[in-house]
């Protein structure tokens, strides 16, 4: 058997999801997540996963890995102490941006944050203009003197980005060779390499958010693939941002490709319910311990933006353009809120209840995973309201100290409120379900999208356990709670497709050029793409490689990205493809301008492996007879209420809330007014009555 | 102004969940706008510097939804819609109309209002207005920014008039426009595109009018204002009332007067009178108009004012800007003063260097009332810059616009903000990479000025210097600018920011000063020398953290020697 594997890992838990490839048959491992070398707590959960499903490490066609290691340092600011060198002049291009601001009106916003302090930042003399010539020579004695400043700083890592290196790296290729021969401890980045694109801030930005990031993912990923290569497993393969994975290799050539790896696997995953389920609308809704992140699929699209901020400034839980770093990557459009299970309840000094943003995470955790945590999180209170089994969680290997969760929500949030145990509770489940709901109107309601059009597909840990009263919040009239939940996100990283994006600067009026120009860089392009899905076991069968191009109007700014046909280039195909840009420009635009020269700007190669795409099926485990326990919900307060085990309910099987469905690892909490419904495939979705 | 004791009569309001989702829609259907203009117009100026403003209007003209653009044009953009309806009694699907005068609404000649109304069946929803600034709009002087004593010197103007009739473009219209402009086919493809961005407005209320029904849309359109205007009047509460007055002298009109050395100075003064939840600004006692093009229409000088107003008493920026959030505000000037602009009187200038200096003022005048809200004075300027002539590379004509952006002023708890966009602007520089490939220049330093941020408790933001090299033609260019006689001030203690400085470099060496408004030729080679004001400071720097001052020192924002004169401390 062919198995595919995937490694989540969140705040709280590590998950491990397995896949057959031929049969679809799903697995999932849950472990706790080892904040102090996160690689352990990997090693625990594919040990254990490859001998609870009996799985061959020679068999494992594809391993497959989200990380968050690349986000967490740039908002926690934790990322390399990286230079900066520039064309003299233009060392403040980091700081000076585009200069407008994040908001008009905010009269105390912040300076942007910038990755490179002024100290660190360098020039050197050279310049090459707008047509690719050296107009002043590179000055070695000027670099020099900046390697022996970036010696003698201890720096980790630098970035170059000099002026017109894209259209001609001759000075930026010497300035990185000179740094990689005489500083060789120090990471280098050239802009060149990562982003050959016009804009000198953004490309400098992408190139400095890579230099800022880049040890980190490189220690981080060699320790993991230490540890998979002992149990004798393939090579790691990383979530990219824009929801197809990518070689190691490519990861750390290009660290940004790593920004919102692990949402972007959830939301992969979303989409493939939707694909199941024939729904071609859903807002993905993630709730784990730390965080909770919502993004929007329309018509089964994902939604990726092209003007990604990283670590930009929270504005009423909202990420400011203008406050990060831009990156020039495709990037899954998602908002995201500190909101999870592990969410810390507290009073403030003004007698506020507030919850979050600090989380108890793996260590010590809830106190009602008795390890220790003697503060109150969400998941204590979901514990206390009766969402949450009382004795033990993931079918009985993690026992809930009640006794404790009393304690924390009592003596932290109930005594000095002046509340009794039950509202204490509910006041921390109706505060931490106002910032999740604020999340999910970001993604639809701020974008004129009416959520009462969508279905929301709630996983993650934590996920099905509040989504219907953020249903309610939001009247999303129906909920999807996929199989598997608590380790969803992990699903969605064997099932998306391996994928490279290749890019290559080349101006040219399209009605000039020389197809024979064109077909030699496409040429060369798609050798380099096919040889690389060969090395990744791709068979020819389910390789694929598409051309695009990015074209413009000459006095344009911006382009617009048209498919371009396989097969030999000639004049008729050159004229195809301009005429296809006309039509895309008015589609998008409204109207064309026929008579224009139309310009060539970047030609794109994506390099997919395509993946089969198999069918979700989890075998069911044993039934367990039905329960009862009290549980309060809003407007009816402590009802008696069915408990029901999820394994072995008959596919069509109709359960009227208030009721409680309980699995491995999540629980679906159905309120008074909703009803849910087994469907094929493991899935249950929810409806309001 | 509305009439504060006046209620308005109350139908009964939308389910708050539709509101919440038809505000959003207006919002993101004007931001939307924005994006297609951006994406597909021609010129620099507009497609990566972001000069221009989209709104969508109610069908009287008051703006219902404004984009995330340039708060200059909050007080004048309604008026272009209204001039619109006022001449136009029969307005028809397939109408779009086009007009730049200052004096039917507009701000100056540049900033060309393209206005399309939006349709449901036959019922008139309101309209999509488009202002972008052109980079040429005529005149003798590329750029349109020469200093000349009469509007009719200025260039093109246009009252409103029918562009687009059932559809389509009436040629005789484009012939007269593209005739009088400079580059006329960068102007025809940012024209195109302005066209697109209304088109996609438009369409946007039609759909919501679809979906929801016209009806509630309009009453919709209606409750955005409303909720505008009672969120601002509820903020203006908030602040203590009182009288407060401010006066500040400009650097002149670019005039300079037979037999003078030099441009001459003017000055403005202003009252403001809070009471309850509504506010006066008075202008009464400012100058009278001037020679030159420093003379503002009133709808510019209320930009000044709603953009100070809007930070003051909304800074952490929760209030929808719209028609509704000014109910509560009254402008007043003199007729005929430099803040009340009369036809014939030249007006480019002012649009942006009055109403920068406008906000600033009520600032100043609040600090009185209400010291916390409030920062000190910001760089005050555009610092306006064209280059025009023939690209010997192309040999085409080209006209170049930017504007450089100095320092935002310090808080009363936090730094001012190094080169950045300030108060009424938020345009965009222009990618050097862009400028070179475009026009015959090259920029030769694009900087941080250590030492411009006014000294304080907490410092001002850091101007920033630019140097263009003219490379293989004589370039016809022109500056903007103000703040190079009297610097922007600081507030509490806190020291001034560094004033304008400009400066002409010949190629045989030698360096020319100049005046900070008017035009003039660079020869082949020669440099033009920026550096856009630093902002204010906040506080007396005898205040400053010294942990603070020390990390400014090391980063060079602050050199060894600055410390020393402005904080009289030694740098360790």
């Given at each position: 058997m062919a198995w595919r594997i995937g490694v989540d890992i969140g705040g709280t838990f590590t998950d491990v999801a397995l896949i057959?490839?031929?049969?679809g048959q799903i697995g999932v491992v849950k472990v706790l997540t080892t904040?102090?070398?996160l690689a352990e707590g990997v090693v625990a959960g594919l040990s254990r996963a490859l001998a609870e499903h009996a799985a061959d490490p020679a068999g494992v066609a594809l391993l497959s890995h989200a990380t968050t290691v690349v986000t967490n340092a740039l908002l926690e600011k934790k990322g390399a102490k990286a230079g900066f060198v520039a064309t003299r002049g233009f060392r403040d291009v980091l700081e000076l941006?585009?200069?407008?601001?994040?908001?008009?009106?905010?009269?105390f916003q912040d300076a942007p944050s910038v990755l490179v302090p002024r100290r660190w930042r360098f020039e050197v003399t050279e310049r090459i203009d707008a047509e690719g010539r050296v107009a002043t020579p590179l000055d070695e004695a000027d670099l020099d003197r900046v390697i022996a400043a970036i010696r003698a700083l201890e720096l980790d890592t630098v970035a170059v980005s000099l002026l017109f290196s894209f259209l001609n790296d001759a000075h930026e290729r010497r300035v990185g060779l000179r740094l990689r021969q005489e500083l060789p401890g120090v990471g280098v980045f050239l802009s060149s390499e990562i982003l050959p694109e016009i804009r000198e801030f953004e490309r400098a930005s992408t190139t400095a958010v890579c230099a800022y990031v880049g040890p980190l993912l490189a220690s981080y990923l060699g320790r993991l693939e230490t540890a998979a290569a002992a149990l004798g497993l393939p090579a790691w393969h990383v979530m990219g941002s824009s929801g197809g994975v990518v070689d190691i290799a490519e990861a750390l050539r290009?660290?940004?490709?790593?920004?919102e790896s692990g949402p972007a696997a959830g939301v992969v995953a979303a989409a493939l319910a939707g694909e199941d389920l024939g729904i071609a609308d859903l807002i993905s809704f993630d709730m784990g311990g730390t965080t909770a992140k919502a993004s929007l699929i329309a018509g089964g699209e994902i939604a990726v933006t092209a003007e990604y901020e990283v670590g930009g400034a929270g504005h009423l839980k909202r990420w400011l353009a203008g406050t990060g770093h831009p990156v020039r990557v495709p990037v899954i459009d998602l908002a995201e809120v500190?909101?999870?299970?592990?969410s810390i309840a507290w009073v403030d000094p003004g007698g506020a209840l507030r919850v979050g943003p600090q989380s108890a995470g793996?260590?010590?955790?809830?106190?009602?995973?008795?390890?220790?945590?003697?503060e109150p999180t969400v998941s204590d209170a979901d514990v206390v309201l009766g969402y949450l089994d009382r004795e033990a969680l993931l079918a009985g290997a993690l026992p809930i100290d009640l006794a404790a969760a009393e304690r924390a929500t009592g003596d932290r949030i109930a005594r000095p409120l002046g509340l009794d145990l039950i509202e204490a509770a509910a006041k921390i489940v109706e505060i931490v379900n106002n910032s999740m709901a604020q999340a999910l109107r970001i993604v639809s309601l701020e974008r004129g999208?009416?959520?009462?059009?969508f279905t929301l597909v709630a996983f993650g840990g934590a996920g099905p356990v509040h989504a219907a009263a953020l249903a309610d919040e939001l009247q999303i009239p129906e909920i999807v709670v996929p199989p598997a939940p608590g380790a969803f996100s992990a699903l969605g990283l064997v099932t998306a497709d391996l994928k490279r994006d290749y890019a290559r600067t080349f101006y040219a009026e399209i009605a000039g050029l020389d197809p024979a120009r064109l077909a030699a860089i496409l040429a060369e392009m798609e050798a380099n793409a096919a040889a690389m899905l060969t090395a990744a076991k791709i068979p020819p069968g389910r390789q694929a490689l598409l051309r695009a191009a990015d074209l413009r109007?000459?006095?344009?700014a911006y382009e617009l990205t048209v498919p371009m046909a396989a097969g030999p280039v000639t004049r008729a195909s050159l004229d195809a493809l301009a005429a296809a840009f006309h039509d895309r420009h008015r589609q998008t635009y409204?109207?064309?301008?026929?008579g224009e020269p139309v310009q060539l700007v970047n030609i794109r190669l994506t390099a997919l492996g395509r993946l089969k795409r198999p069918s979700l099926r989890q075998q069911a485990g044993p039934a367990r007879a039905p329960r009862q326990r009290r549980v309060w919900f809003a407007g009816s307060g402590l009802v008696a209420c069915p408990v029901l085990w999820r394994d072995g309910l008959s596919v069509d099987a109709a359960i009227p809330g208030p009721a409680i469905v309980e699995a491995t690892d999540s629980t679906i909490v159905v309120p008074p007014s909703w009803i849910a419904t087994v469907a094929a495939g493991g899935y249950i979705r929810l409806r309001r009555t | 102004m509305l009439d504060v004791a006046a209620a308005p009569a109350r139908r009964p309001k939308t389910d708050p969940a539709r509101f919440a989702v038809v505000k959003n829609a207006l919002a993101s259907a004007a931001e939307e706008m924005k994006i297609v203009l951006a994406k597909t117009a021609y010129s620099p100026l507009l497609k990566?510097?972001?000069d221009y403003s989209c709104g969508l209007f109610d069908a009287a003209g008051n703006m219902v939804a404004q984009g995330p653009?340039?708060?200059?044009?909050l007080g004048s953009m309604p008026d272009a819609v209204r001039a619109v309806v006022a001449r136009f009694p029969e307005i028809l699907p397939g109408d779009a109309f086009i007009h730049n005068d200052p004096y039917h609404g507009?701000?100056?000649?540049?900033?060309v209002n393209v206005v399309m109304p939006a349709f449901y069946g036959e019922r008139l929803l309101g309209f999509g207005c488009v202002r972008a600034h052109w980079p040429d709009v005529g005149s003798a002087t590329p750029g349109s920014y020469g200093a000349v004593t009469?509007?009719?010197?200025e260039g093109l103007r246009l009252p409103p008039?029918?562009?687009?009739r059932d559809g389509r473009p009436d040629p005789d219209i484009e012939a007269l426009i593209f005739a009088n402009v400079r580059t006329p086919a960068e102007r025809r493809g940012d024209l195109a595109a302005q066209v697109a961005a209304n088109r996609r407005g438009v369409e946007r209320l039609a759909e919501l009018a679809g979906r929801y029904g016209a009806d509630e849309l309009v009453q919709i359109m209606d409750e955005v204002l409303d909720y505008s205007e009672t969120m601002m009047r509820a903020a203006l509460r908030t602040l203590p009332d009182g009288e407060a007055h401010f006066a500040d002298v400009f650097d002149g009109d670019g005039i300079i007067a037979p037999g003078a050395e030099a441009d001459e100075p003017f000055t403005v003064r202003l009252a403001v009178r809070k009471r309850g939840d509504a506010i006066t600004i008075d202008f009464t006692g400012s100058d009278r108009a001037v020679p030159g093009p420093m003379n503002a229409p009133l709808t510019v000088t209320a930009s000044g004012v709603y953009c100070a107003l809007k930070m003051i008493a909304d800074p952490k920026s929760l209030i929808p800007p719209n028609?509704?959030?000014?109910?509560p505000v009254t402008v007043t000037a003199p007729k005929g003063s430099v803040v009340n602009a009369e036809a014939p009187a030249p007006v480019v200038y002012a649009n942006h260097e009055m109403s920068h200096r406008v906000a600033d003022m009520v600032m100043a005048a609040m600090f009185a009332l209400s010291p916390h809200t409030v920062m000190a004075a910001s760089?005050?300027?555009?610092a306006v810059v064209t280059f025009g002539g023939l690209?010997?590379?192309?040999g085409e004509r080209y006209v170049s616009y930017e504007s450089l952006k100095g320092g935002f002023g310090a808080r009363p708890t936090k730094d001012g903000i190094n080169a950045v966009a300030s108060t009424i602007s938020n345009m965009m520089n222009t990618p050097v990479e862009i400028l070179e490939m475009s026009f015959p220049l090259r920029v030769e330093e694009y900087a941080l000025v250590p030492d411009s941020g006014g000294a304080g408790a907490w410092r001002g933001g850091l101007g920033v210097r630019r140097v263009w090299r003219v490379l293989d033609h004589e370039a016809h260019a022109a500056v903007c600018c103000e703040r190079s006689l009297v610097p922007p001030f600081g507030l509490a203690g806190g020291r001034p920011g560094a004033p304008m400085r400009l400066k002409l470099e010949l190629p045989d060496g030698t360096t020319r000063p100049l005046n900070s408004k008017g035009a003039f030729q660079i020869p082949a080679g020669g440099r033009l020398v920026l550096e856009a004001p630093g902002s204010g400071g906040y506080?007396?720097?005898?205040?400053?953290?010294p942990a603070l001052l020390r990390e400014d020192v090391v980063d060079g924002y602050v050199s060894e020697e600055g410390a020393r004169r402005e904080y009289g401390r030694e740098p360790d």
């Open positions: 057959d490839e031929a049969s904040p102090h070398d941006r585009r200069s407008s601001r994040a908001d008009l009106y905010d009269l290009m660290p940004a490709l790593a920004i500190s909101a999870g299970g592990g793996a260590a010590p955790g809830p106190a009602a995973y008795g390890a220790g945590g003697t999208h009416d959520p009462r059009e109007y000459r006095r344009q409204g109207h064309a301008n026929p | 990566v510097a972001g653009d340039l708060p200059i044009h507009g701000s100056h000649l540049p900033d009469e509007i009719y010197g008039v029918r562009l687009y028609s509704g959030c000014w109910r760089q005050g300027t555009s690209d010997p590379r192309r506080g007396p720097p005898a205040e400053r953290n």
